[in-house]
């Protein structure tokens, strides 16, 4: 970002630039560890922010920091309080086991953190590593995970004790003390062989980029590859004709592509769509087939995403089939363009 804008009323930056600015702050270590504790989307959100920054002035760095200990005070109801200090206390007051309860409701789970650093972790090695653990144990480390990332890894346990895993996920309730200790002790081990995982690529993806980018004979180099591995060229053309590239194409492709797919497809397929992909359908309808197509996508309600998954496949496969053909010229990356 350029530099931060002032106006008369006063220093005006978002909760993420005052988030960005808080962090630049305080030192390499302690924003390191304040982003561990973040979800993989907030923090990359939060350090592209960060990366911008430049030319900061002092009202933004007081302003940000101003209201962040003034949100703290108001929140927080500690007022600069440790947690050894207040393990101390509460230990003295109420008891070991009464004080870790408190101090779980005040900090969070001490887990969470841990936890998080995870989500960067590939599901199929997760599945692998936790798979010799009893059950239970599965089903508490899920337990701390978000559902997305732990579908993924139900999908790499043996099918056979999936079941199972699931049935003690949903009878948990308040997880006592030594079975955290002992899931403190699994993710450790899991953190610490994770740190020595070589870093994952997604070739296929790279692969159909680049295909995309070729300026000559795209096509013969396709059938090249086929030669030598059929399965994973068709992968690879999976990825090179993905549904978003409809986004970018022209109102004569959209135009012809609405004549041979039924609607009802698309308003299956479109479907929780990014915004630019529905205007760029929709601004090739007429206004009143627009109309008659959005009270369709109504009416059809909610729809299962394997079968929106799926209508997106095969609409695809028509594209390629037309582009094949030389029917349409399909767009398949973001080209600049010039007048």
Known sequence: MAELNNNDEGVV????EQAAIVLLSIGEEPAAAVLRCLERDELIELTQVMSRMSGIKVDSVKYAVQNFFD???EQSGLHGASRTYLKRSLDLALGSDIANSVLNTIYGDAIRPMMARLQYASPKWLAEFISHEHVQMQAVFLAFLSPALAGQI?????????????????????????LLKELEDLVTRCLSAL?????????????????NRLPNNRAGMVELLRAHDPDVVSQIEMSMYDFFILSRQTEQVITRLLDDIPLEQWAIALKGAEPALRDAILSAMPK????????LMRRSGPV???????????IMVA????ADAGEIDVQLFAEATAE
């Open 13 to 16: 930056l978002t909760p993420v």
């Open 319 to 322: 594209v390629k089939a037309l």
């Open 304 to 314: 299962p995403m394997s079968r929106i998954e799926q209508t997106r496949k095969d």
């Open 71 to 73: 949100d703290y005070r």
């Open 195 to 211: 740190d020595t995982q070589s870093a994952s690529v997604e070739g296929v993806r790279q692969v159909a980029e680049i295909l």
């Open 154 to 178: 139900i999908e790499g346990l043996p099918e056979a004790s999936r079941d199972l895993v699931l049935l003690n996920l949903a009878r948990l309730d308040e997880i006592d003390r030594d």
């Open 288 to 295: 009143r087939q627009a109309q008659s197509f959005e009270d």
